[in-house]
């Protein structure tokens, strides 16, 4: 009996010694990680599935990394809503070393409101129409390079092929003028019809429809509309034309291929960046950057109607088959 | 008639007011359509701003009215035209303030309030009212949600304009987004609240308005322009297409009149101008052909005028030819010269006319036939006898069978000057002759003379004389022959005649005198005789004479050793004197009496014998030819067989008669050795004979028959040889077999007689003689007329005398007796028709 009271005295000790380490080393611990660790705050323009990736990628990239997210924002895709949230951060001065915006809206907000902390925007389509330039804003781009994007086009097509492209100058001439050289480079002879308004996209693609090999969608607000994009895709997919694009969405509404970012590792690739930036003593800007992973997804359904056979890159890793 | 001017200008005004119409109709559709577009997009416009300002849309949040006066204030000055017919602005539980336009003339309250935006698939429920009541016609959506009704009420028409009030509004840019990116529409979509509805309502009047102004002020005058102007272009459209066509058709007509140099000078580079220019080409070919044609049918008439002038030739020659296919020899002449005067008549000429040769020696030519017109002096007499050979150039001419054409005399050459002066001296001033030829050589000419006027004939001319030329040669040949062949007939008759006498007269005399009545006048010579030579002192004597005025003078003549019979005789050829009187041999001076010029001698040869001479004299020259001569022949040759079958005949007649003679002689001794061993009555046979001779004539048999009737009967009972005595001399009765025997006599004369072809004819006594009328007699049992006629008379007579006389078995019966049997047996044994021949001749 004696010899089991000192064991189970000996037990107890040891069971409170451990706790008291434990939360020595709690105590200590929290002084450092409360003295070392940034804060961001990330701005959301609108609950979409694409920005939650993103979100979902940084704060995972996040953990571990002295970065702590300290609020997340969605603006709902109102402009005043939007103005409103970034104001009410603003205003209340909360801390924050770092904002992610995700969206067009969150960044053109933020960018007005937070001159002075470093921002890293991602998910802005084209970013290049709109003026994301300062000494604060790092972003990274929401779309495959043209290059990686002619590079898989020539993949699936081969070579000396016509691929047509209808663009709003306007709003995509900058892309085109890009991809002529590309399309150059790559022996691929491209079609361009210039269009001034979603009307005559239908038209524009008749009238090219029997020219081309494939039709590349850019990311144009005037092609890509909620009543053109069911008409573009019956008529290629009548017409059996593979058709290229930048968005799963799209490859979803039925279009053969899309090359377009990993969003998730879009958001592991904005947390290094901002690890980088959160590093820095001064506010700095590491310019626009590609996406470092990018995923291809392809809509099998499509592929069989038109009679393509896309066996040499199904077997890639970063490919998505769709359904 | 409706022009083509009057056409094109009605076809083109109706094209016109259909273009004019569907142009009308297409700017009025286009106008309202644009019109009304701005219309919608106008009252789109006003109801989206409404819907999106964020007044209204607090307004609607906490549903304050008073927050909506502002933004109704702005948007009515969007409403510049007074188009505004009602507004209303409720939430999604009631209507928070609404207002109509005092000209509207409906409630409010009935305007439809506008609840079901979400779904927007289901359109609009159509609610008919009743009077005074809102139709709603054509609810129509657009991509911003904005329902559109057309409606009317009261024959007023406005568009009612209807749009949810989102709580908020997505940034356009995000709203892009999402389609791009974001894979689950529907759940975006639902986030938005919807706070109410806008609604208003624009009337059409100042749309319709608008409309009517633009039709009135632009759309009519428009049509009248365009009316106006297509008409005035039709019109002179027409005018430039139609005019050329005008001229086309009037040149047209001046062609279909004959006029083909008129052209069009049409220059312009169309159609039309293409037209003018092929249809001035086809006038000018046109024109080439009418020339060419005319030319054609020119020439075509020229031929068809010397092809019916050739017919009237042809037609001219046939008849001419037809007339002379039967013309008798002695309508010749006439036929000629009536031909000359057709031919002279078809021609115009003045005189047409045949020379022929006039002598054998074609040495002078005589103008045998010919016709002159009424007025013109015939030539004939004047141009007989004309020598060739005064006329060598026409003669040269003619002998190569050249024609001779002298249109002009006076032009003749001076080589043709005997020729220029003959035609002259007759007054003719142009001529053509052409050869008549037959066998190859110049029988004479026929030829037209022109004396009143110079004349040139065509060759067609020329052809249809050689062609009448050639029908006159040859029937004048024909004539001629015909005339020979009646010549000859006439010889062929007098030698059939000769010999008919020589057959059908053995008398020499007969013979001869005949013979010299044909050489006299077949020969046409005065006289002549026939000198037979005396076989035995070779002597000549006169056997037959002719013609001779004193036949002493020919007896004394011939009787001389010198005499040209003699000659003829001795030289056995034919001698011949072409003047007696030149000749001094006296006996010519014996028949100077006669007047004989000329003498022919012909030695009468048969078998190589001469056998006299036959003399022909003539008391004028004679110009014989080898026809004479051969018929002088022939005469000779006919009198010599005549001579030699007589004196034949004469020896053949004596040998026959001594023949038949002793043939008789020979018959008559076996009869009556037949008799002599028969023992009959003497002469029985001989008195048969006699009675059946003497019977048969009666009974219808020739005379020539009587010869093997009398042979028959003397020979009846020459089959009795093969009877043996002892039978045929058996005094009393014989038996069956015996009679048998006896009755195979006539068998046995048939085959005894049989091989002896002289006596063929007079079998049918010795074989039948005892065959009855009723065929119970024997050998052959035959009855009738089957028994030949000769036995059926001699067994009347032989039984007539056999009953008359004894027999060694019986005695002669009296006449009466025997007229009896034979009368009891006529039917049976005779034939009754003999019996009452032989009773009629013999009693």
Redesign the interface.
């Known amino acids: 009996m004696q010899k089991h009271h000192k064991f189970y005295s000996f037990l107890i000790f040891s069971i409170f010694w451990l706790i008291f380490n434990f939360l020595i080393q709690i105590s200590f611990q929290i002084p450092f990680a409360i003295a070392g660790e940034k804060l961001v705050t990330i701005v959301r ?7 939650n990736e993103v979100i979902k990628g940084f704060e995972e990239r996040c953990k571990g990394e002295n970065i702590s997210i300290k609020a997340i924002y969605d603006l ?7 103005k409103r949230i970034v104001q009410n951060i603003k205003i209340n001065k909360l801390q924050t070393n770092l904002i992610l915006a995700v ?3 969150a960044t053109t907000l933020v960018k007005e409101q937070f001159p002075d902390i470093p921002i890293i925007f991602c ?1 802005v ?1 084209n970013h290049e129409r709109f003026n994301f330039q300062g000494v604060n804003i790092t972003g990274i781009s929401c779309e495959a390079s043209v290059e990686d994007q002619f590079t898989i086009l020539k993949e699936v097509l081969g070579v000396h092929k016509n691929v047509g492209v209808i663009y709003d100058p306007i709003k995509t001439g900058k892309i085109i003028s890009e991809a002529i050289l590309i399309a150059k480079k790559l022996e691929f002879n491209l079609i361009q019809t210039e269009i001034t308004s979603e009307k005559e996209v239908t038209s524009a693609i008749k009238n090219i429809i029997s020219k081309i090999d494939a039709l590349w969608i850019v ?1 144009d ?1 005037t092609v ?4 053109t ?1 069911d008409g573009i895709i019956k008529l290629t997919q009548k017409h059996r034309l593979p058709t290229f694009c ?5 490859v ?1 509404a039925g279009a053969l291929v899309s090359i377009s970012p990993d969003y998730t590792y879009m958001g592991i690739q904005a947390a290094q960046l901002a690890q980088t930036l959160l590093s820095s003593q001064a506010i700095t800007s590491l310019g626009v950057k590609q996406p470092d992973r990018l995923k291809l997804t392809i809509n099998t359904q499509t592929a069989e109607i038109i009679g393509v056979n896309l066996s040499s890159i199904k077997s890639r890793p970063e490919v998505v088959l769709y359904p | 008639m409706i022009s083509i001017r009057t056409k094109l200008i009605l076809f083109m005004c109706l094209l016109i007011m259909i273009i004019d119409a569907l142009s009308c109709l297409f700017l009025f559709v286009h106008v309202k359509r644009e019109q009304e577009d701005a219309f919608k997009k106008l009252g789109m416009s006003i109801v989206t701003i409404l819907a999106e300002d964020n007044e209204v849309k607090l307004a609607l949040s906490h549903a304050q009215p008073a927050f909506l006066d502002a933004p109704i204030k702005r948007i009515m000055t969007f409403d510049r035209n007074d188009e505004r017919g009602y507004w209303r602005i409720s939430s999604s539980q009631e209507v928070i303030v609404e207002e109509k336009a005092s000209w509207l003339n409906i409630d409010i309250k009935e305007i439809p309030v506008v609840k079901e935006f979400k779904n927007t698939d289901v359109p609009y429920t159509k609610r008919r009212w009743t009077s005074g009541g809102i139709n709603a016609l054509e609810p129509s959506q657009n991509p911003d949600l904005i329902l559109i009704n057309r409606m009317i009420s009261e024959g007023n028409e406005f568009y009612d304009f209807s749009v949810p009030v989102y709580e908020r509004q997505i940034f356009s840019e995000e709203a892009f987004a999402t389609e791009i990116l974001n894979e689950d529409k529907i759940a975006a979509e639902a986030k938005q609240r919807m706070l109410g509805y806008v609604q208003i309502g624009l009337s059409t009047h100042k749309l319709n308005k608008k409309i009517h102004d633009f039709v009135l002020h632009n759309i009519l005058p428009m049509s009248l322009s365009i009316i106006l102007g297509g008409l005035c272009i039709a019109f002179f459209l027409t005018r430039y297409i139609v005019l050329p066509l005008r001229r086309m058709a009037s040149i047209t007509l001046d062609i279909a009149r004959g006029n083909l140099t008129h052209t069009i000078a049409v220059r312009s580079k169309d159609e039309i101008g293409q037209l003018s220019a092929n249809f001035n080409q086809m006038t000018k070919s046109l024109e080439k052909s009418y020339t060419e044609l005319k030319q054609e049918v020119a020439e075509h008439k020229q031929t068809e005028k010397l092809l019916q002038y050739r017919v009237k030739i042809e037609e001219l020659v046939a008849g001419i030819s037809a007339n002379f296919i039967n013309l008798a020899p002695h309508e010749v002449d006439a036929g000629i010269n009536r031909a000359l005067k057709a031919i002279g008549e078809f021609t115009n000429v003045d005189r047409s006319y045949v020379f022929l040769y006039s002598d054998n020696e074609k040495k002078n030519m005589d103008n045998t036939h010919e016709w002159c017109a009424e007025g013109i002096a015939p030539q004939i007499e004047n141009l007989k006898g004309l020598p060739v050979d005064n006329f060598p150039w026409a003669l040269k001419e003619l002998l190569q069978f050249e024609s001779i054409h002298v249109p002009r005399v006076a032009d003749m050459p001076d080589i043709a000057l005997a020729e220029k002066e003959l035609q002259e001296s007759q007054g003719v001033q142009s001529f053509v002759i052409v050869p008549m030829i037959y066998g190859g050589s110049l029988c004479g000419f026929l030829g037209l003379d022109s004396v009143r006027v110079e004349k040139t004939w065509t060759e067609e001319d020329i052809a249809m004389l050689k062609m009448v030329g050639e029908i006159f040669v040859n029937t004048l040949e024909r004539k001629r022959a015909e005339e020979r062949v009646k010549h000859h007939v006439k010889r062929l008759t007098t030698l059939h005649t000769i010999d008919k006498a020589i057959i059908g007269s053995l008398d020499l005399q007969v013979i001869l005198r005949v013979l010299l009545e044909q050489v006299t006048a077949q020969l046409g010579v005065d006289a002549a005789n026939v000198l037979l030579i005396n076989r035995h002192t070779q002597k000549l004597g006169c056997a037959a004479t002719l013609g001779f005025r004193s036949n002493a003078a020919i007896s004394l003549y011939v009787c001389l050793k010198e005499n040209y019979a003699r000659r003829t005789m001795l030289e056995r050829r034919i001698v011949y004197i072409s003047n007696l009187s030149e000749t001094d041999a006296p006996c010519v001076k014996l028949l100077e009496g006669e007047e004989f010029v000329v003498y022919y001698g012909i030695p009468l040869i048969a078998k190589g014998e001469v056998k006299g001479v036959l003399e022909i004299f003539n008391r004028t020259h004679l110009n014989p030819d080898q026809g004479w001569f051969g018929f002088l022949e022939t005469m000779g040759a006919m009198a010599a067989m005549a001579i030699d079958n007589t004196s034949l005949f004469e020896g053949t007649q004596r040998s026959h008669a001594e023949l038949t003679l002793a043939y008789d002689t020979t018959i008559e001794g076996w009869s009556r050795a037949l008799d002599m061993r028969n023992k009959e009555t003497k002469e029985h046979s001989h008195r048969v004979t006699e009675m059946t001779l003497k019977l048969a004539p009666a009974l219808g048999i020739k005379e020539d028959e009587l010869v093997h009737i009398r042979r028959g009967a003397l020979l009846h009972d020459i089959g009795k040889m093969g009877i043996p005595d002892t039978i045929l001399l058996k005094p009393g009765k014989l038996t069956e077999e015996e009679w048998q025997i006896m009755r195979m006599h006539p068998v046995y004369a048939y085959q005894l007689l049989s091989p002896i072809t002289y006596l063929h004819k007079a079998l049918d006594i010795p074989y039948c003689h005892h065959e009855n009328w009723d065929g119970s007699g024997y050998p052959k049992g035959l009855s009738g007329e089957q028994i030949p006629l000769a036995a059926r008379i001699f067994s009347v007579v032989d039984v007539w005398d056999a009953l008359l006389s004894d027999r060694p078995y019986r005695s002669a019966l009296t006449e009466d007796k025997t007229i009896e049997h034979i009368q009891l047996n006529t039917g049976k044994q005779f034939d009754p028709t003999i019996v009452k021949t032989f009773f009629r001749i013999y009693q």
Do not use: F
């Open positions: 323009s609108q609950q979409i599935s694409a920005y709902k895709g109102d402009v005043e809503e939007g969206g067009v809206l998910m389509i990311p607000g890509i509309t909620k009543e994009i930048t968005s799963p969405a799209i979803k």
